[in-house]
């Protein structure tokens, strides 16, 4: 069974940081962070394919976030620098057995997820 453990979330300040790690109980090639926030749809945030690469972000998070992973860890992260209100949702891990890609529907697997707030 596959398991994928989101864990770093919290309260910030706007302009602060937070580091999202996503363990999993496997070896996936195609890993992405999602996020939901109230009322809005899951939209994702970013995505990395294979060992190191090559990755995608959403336009809201270029330049703030950086997707990474460490694969004899099993683990991906998410740096996100310069918070901003807006980015205040709920943060999911998710893999995909066959897809890189960014479609919600692509992903098989899923973390409970992390809670992100940013104040201001």
């Known amino acids: 069974q596959v398991q994928l453990v989101e864990s770093g979330g919290g309260s910030v300040q706007a302009g602060g940081s937070l580091r999202l790690s996503c363990t999993a109980s496997?070896?996936?090639?195609?890993m992405a962070w999602f996020r939901q926030a109230p009322g809005k749809e899951r939209e994702a945030v970013a995505r990395i394919c294979g060992g190191g690469g090559p990755t995608y972000y959403a336009d809201f998070v270029k330049g703030r976030f950086t997707i990474s992973r460490d694969n004899a860890k099993n683990t991906m992260y998410l740096q996100m620098n310069s918070l901003k209100p807006e980015d205040t949702a709920m943060y999911y891990c998710?893999?995909?057995?066959?897809?890189?890609?960014?479609?919600?529907?692509?992903?098989?697997?899923w973390g409970q997820g992390t809670p992100v707030t940013v104040s201001s």
């Open positions: 496997g070896y996936h090639v195609y």
């Open positions: 998710a893999a995909s057995p066959a897809y890189c890609n960014t479609a919600v529907a692509r992903y098989n697997f």
